[in-house]
T-cell receptor, first 112, second 115 residues
């Protein structure tokens, strides 16, 4: 089955800096890669996703890149704000299935 | 995104008892999923529930321990049976709101504590 590795496990940045979280996946059949943000005590929220037919996707301050050859994808947050502090999870879905395999999560702390 | 609700939001239960968690969606969805999130951990898929068929369980999860119902396209239940303290966790349902997109949206979760 699919295996998703996520790094780093924790990330501390100053407000205004950029943050990058990286994930690798094992199954080359995976073709859908979402990112979720989970604030303390809240449900995971889908913030951005990318499919295997594109290499990059942006939505305001967040972007995701995908390298299918290397089987890794990354989340980029620019101009970080304290409200970006949360746990971020990457996930992967194998082609033809709807089930998601999640990484272990990255706790992002943005200090003012 | 879908409006997804879960009941109860939290519960404290005695070991050996069972708890049924409900998940309600505001529109019809094909796929519903049940996850477990242990404290400080990631999300682990328990099973996929399709209406009109038996749930599909992931490795390490069995129907006797986590029976699931899916009576219609807007509702599902997960029962945690014969509970032990190791079952203390947050249980979340999610739905594939737009069939075929793989986009999953989560319910608010049920925080279960087993004493």
């Amino acid at each position: 089955g699919e295996n998703v590795e996520q790094h780093p496990s924790t990330l501390s940045v100053q407000e205004g800096d950029s943050a990058v979280i990286k994930c690798t996946y094992s199954d080359s059949a995976s073709n859908y890669f979402p990112w979720y943000k989970q604030e303390l005590g809240k449900r995971p929220q889908l913030i951005i996703d990318i499919r295997s037919n594109v290499g990059e996707k942006k939505d305001q301050r967040i972007a995701v890149t995908l390298n299918k050859t290397a089987k890794h994808f990354s989340l980029h947050i620019t101009e970080t704000q304290p409200e970006d502090s949360a746990v971020y999870f990457c996930a992967a879905s194998i082609s033809g299935y709807s089930t998601l395999t999640f990484g272990k999560g990255t706790m992002l702390l943005v200090s003012p | 995104s879908a409006v997804i609700s879960q009941k109860p939001s939290r519960d404290i239960c005695q070991r050996g008892t069972s708890l049924t968690i409900q998940c309600q969606v505001d529109s019809q969805v094909t796929m519903m999923f049940w996850y477990r999130q242990q404290p400080g951990q990631s999300l682990t898929l328990i099973a996929t529930a399709n209406q009109g068929s038996e749930a599909t369980y992931e490795s390490g999860f069995v129907i006797d321990k986590f029976p699931i119902s899916r009576p219609n396209l807007t509702f599902s239940t997960l029962t945690v049976s014969n509970m032990s303290p190791e079952d203390s966790s947050i249980y979340l349902c999610s739905v594939d709101k737009r069939s075929g997109t793989y986009e999953q949206y989560f319910g608010p979760g049920t925080r279960l504590t087993v004493t």
